[in-house]
DNA sequence: GTGCGTGCAAAGGATTTGCATATAC
DNA sequence: GTATATGCAAATCCTTTGCACGCAC
């Protein structure tokens, strides 16, 4: 379990910037969230548990988030970021429904092997990947089929 | 070489839409373009060349190239998107070096193979997919190394 | 002739920004 | 006290859409 507050909190620090209430509400906020989630879904989380907090500062802190390696992009889905909340040790790949943006986590072993012998081959040192597999969902197919 | 402009003629017959003089400019402007390109840059291309197509036409045939597989979405940047034409029998992934910026294309069945596997599984139909494997070169890991 | 496509301008919608005020330090 | 952050509303900017007209079939 990691403590994003503390982290924000050096990271603010380093930067002469300052430890607003708004500033810890959300990152409080969405280290509670495990799943995909945009500006506004922390906006709306803060209004449901009585925080007002603008959406102005919700957008002007994700980029500090960002910064820090507290959240990262996860997904652009009609227009829309969507972020996850980067946890250590935990990486894994993306299965995205082009039609309803629907998200499914995998990790595959394999597939990272085969990576690293890639890599070996064109003398690179790997240190990080992305893949991204796009398609339709069954549910999504098969609305497709029947136009 | 292909012919875009016969591709697209067949599949808008075969979807009862009509080959527009619109149609057929937009399709010749793109093929023309080896590089990435968004909707504005369309626009531009054909009003250069005395083209009066309006934007909104631009990003309704979009979507009738993008289904028709004859361009592809490659990136989104700014909250804009970027498109690259679809050329048969080219995919490939990238290997980036993050320190001199040196790409590697290379194209592994085996991981395509797994891909399917994976979709599968999780009741997905692959279409398309984005692999990027960042680290470091051999020169530039001597370089750190070093230091 | 009919229906699909176009151009125009207006609307949409996520994100950004200017400005006066509030707050952390 | 001062610089930075906030809230609000207005602005931005890519993209989409309604509508009247035009063109492909």
Redesign the pocket.
Same mark, same amino acid.
């Given at each position: 379990m990691e403590n994003y507050a503390e982290k924000l909190k050096n990271n603010?620090q380093i930067d002469?910037?300052?430890?607003? /209430?708004? +500033?810890k509400e959300i990152v409080n906020c969405i280290s509670n969230i495990t799943e995909h989630f945009?500006?506004?879904d922390i906006y709306d989380k803060l209004k449901k548990d009585g925080k007002?907090?603008?959406?102005?500062?919700v957008?002007?802190?994700?980029p500090i988030l960002l910064k820090n390696k507290i959240i990262k992009e996860a997904s652009i889905y /009609?227009? +829309?970021?969507k972020y996850e909340v980067v946890k250590e040790n935990e990486h894994h790949d993306h299965i995205i429904c082009k039609m309803c943006g629907k998200i499914i986590e995998f990790k595959n072993d394999e597939i990272e092997k085969l990576q690293e012998t890639i890599c070996k081959k064109y003398d690179f040192v790997l240190t990080e990947h992305n893949l991204e597999l796009k398609g339709y969902c069954s549910k999504c197919y098969k609305k497709l089929m029947r136009k």
């Open positions: 603010l002469g910037k300052k430890i607003t /209430k708004s +500033r945009d500006a506004d007002n907090i603008s959406r102005a500062s957008y002007r802190t994700i /009609k227009r +829309r970021t």
